[in-house]
């Protein structure tokens, strides 16, 4: 069996190889076993939640089913955001949560994100342990009667989740209009009930899923939407989500898409100003764009990069003592109220500024401007080292000697899809678009989805 586990928990195309049901059962009773060895309990208790596509009850069904096998009391808290699932774990005193999710993939694709009992992601080493125990005859514990696991129906959890997010939100938003796009998926009930109970006025978007409309054309991922909705409406900030509920795109009043890097600086810039910013520095990722390091430095604030995907921002936070970080895509970390990217929180914290400060998100806006920068996918058959492709490593090297210092070139596969990620910065976008097209086309022919056919 090749690693089951990438950057963010398992995912795949559901009802196949890894995300069948058979497989899913057995991942239930291998999870719990790894609790029983780790959390010295005789029955642990674990909490499952899922996004909206047309996979989740099934996988969920199956999950539940091998978790009560093994004995462990599972608090089903249904349809919610994969944040709300970190908090319900450590709001629950669980042992373990599992959202079944994958994000912001389409609706065919599902996944499954393990927490540890204080909301982070799994230990990498539990997640080895799993693999183990899956790839060997199943030996876990087989109670009977009064020692089978207890299945919890916990209708309480959208109610505190909700409370949790408005515990940190000191603000009020009576009659302001608010644009929320969910993305048909996992906030599409919370985020507007939480609006509504500040006092916005909520104009909503991609509310009413049906399975296999999550994401589509729509949230944090294609927030063009949002940005008509804005306008038309003049609401005075769009909130996009993603399937999940973990990313946030803000879009201003005037219909400015502001992405992570723009809340980032927002943010920082704030607490910063407020002797709220511990460490005096922000943890980012290699996708920045280089006007946020440009706008950070001015106000004294110094940034610190990791490889893409939030685990590692998180892990780079706790090593260097920082309360803020996150990533261009959406995902904000704000420690301070949430030890995981929340997407609800994120716009919380970014309102709360706008509030305290007097102005709107597009003045708030003012304080970063970008690089040009141009990202392009490309969908690959299989993902080598890309040092072992000389044609792109060669040329790479003759653009960035080119460019003299005034930009710069990143290429990386996805964690998560069969994609090759092309970024470009340059003070020159004719320049930027002319290299990434090259770039993509040396991509396609060697490693390329359609090479050979």
């Not at 944040?83 to 994958?102: I, N, Q, Y």
């Not at 950070?296 to 706790?318: F, N, P």
Request: net charge neutral.
């Amino acid at each position: 069996m090749t690693r089951l586990f990438g950057t963010d928990g398992i995912r795949g195309v559901a009802n196949q190889e890894p995300l069948t049901p058979e497989m899913t059962y057995r991942l239930g009773r291998s999870i719990v076993t790894t609790l029983l060895d780790h959390q010295g309990v005789s029955r642990p208790r674990l909490v499952i939640g899922r996004d909206t596509r047309l996979s989740g009850p099934m996988l969920e069904a199956a999950l539940v089913a091998g978790a009560l096998s093994a004995g462990a009391e599972s608090y089903r808290v249904g349809v919610l955001p994969t944040p709300a699932v970190a908090f319900l774990t450590r709001h629950l005193e669980a042992h373990g949560g599992v959202v079944l999710s994958a994000s912001h993939n389409p609706y065919e694709d599902n996944g499954i994100k393990l927490f540890s009992p204080d909301g982070t992601k799994f230990p990498d080493a539990w997640e080895d342990e799993i693999e183990e125990r899956l790839e060997a005859p199943d030996v876990g514990p087989r109670p009977t009667g009064a020692q089978l696991g207890r299945l919890v129906e916990y209708d309480r959890a959208e109610a505190d989740y909700l409370a949790f997010c408005r515990r940190g939100a000191d603000i009020r938003l009576d009659g302001i209009p608010v644009a929320l796009d969910c993305a048909h998926g996992a906030t599409h009930r919370l985020a507007p009930r939480l609006f509504r109970s500040l006092g916005a006025r909520v104009l909503a978007l991609g509310v009413r899923p049906d399975g296999t409309n999550i994401n589509r054309r729509s949230g944090a991922l294609y927030p063009q939407a949002l940005q008509k909705k804005v306008r038309a409406a003049g609401a005075q900030i769009g909130l996009a989500f993603d399937g999940d509920g973990d990313r946030l795109i803000s879009v201003d009043e005037a219909g400015e898409i502001r992405d992570g890097d723009y809340i980032l600086a927002i943010c920082a810039r704030h607490l910063a100003a407020r002797g709220q910013l511990k460490r005096g520095l922000v943890v980012t990722t290699v996708m920045a764009n280089l006007g946020l390091d440009r706008s950070l430095a001015e106000a004294g604030i110094r940034t610190v990069k990791t490889q893409v995907g939030d685990r590692y921002v998180l892990e780079e936070m706790r090593k260097v003592g920082a309360n803020v970080g996150g990533e261009q895509s959406g995902h904000m970390i704000f420690l301070d109220r949430s030890p995981t990217g929340d997407g609800l929180i994120s716009a919380l914290q970014l309102l709360m500024v706008a509030r305290e400060t007097g102005q709107s998100l597009a003045q708030l806006s003012r304080c970063l401007t970008k690089v040009p920068q141009l990202l392009v996918n490309v969908a690959v058959q299989e993902k080598p080292s890309l040092e072992a492709i000389p044609a792109l490593v060669d040329r790479i090297k003759e653009m960035e000697a080119a460019m003299d210092g005034r930009g710069r070139i990143l290429v990386r596969y996805s964690g998560t899809e069969p994609l090759a990620r092309v970024m470009i910065e340059g003070e020159d976008r004719g320049q930027i678009e002319t290299l990434a097209r090259e770039l993509v086309g040396i991509i396609e022919r060697e490693i390329g989805r359609g090479k050979g056919r």
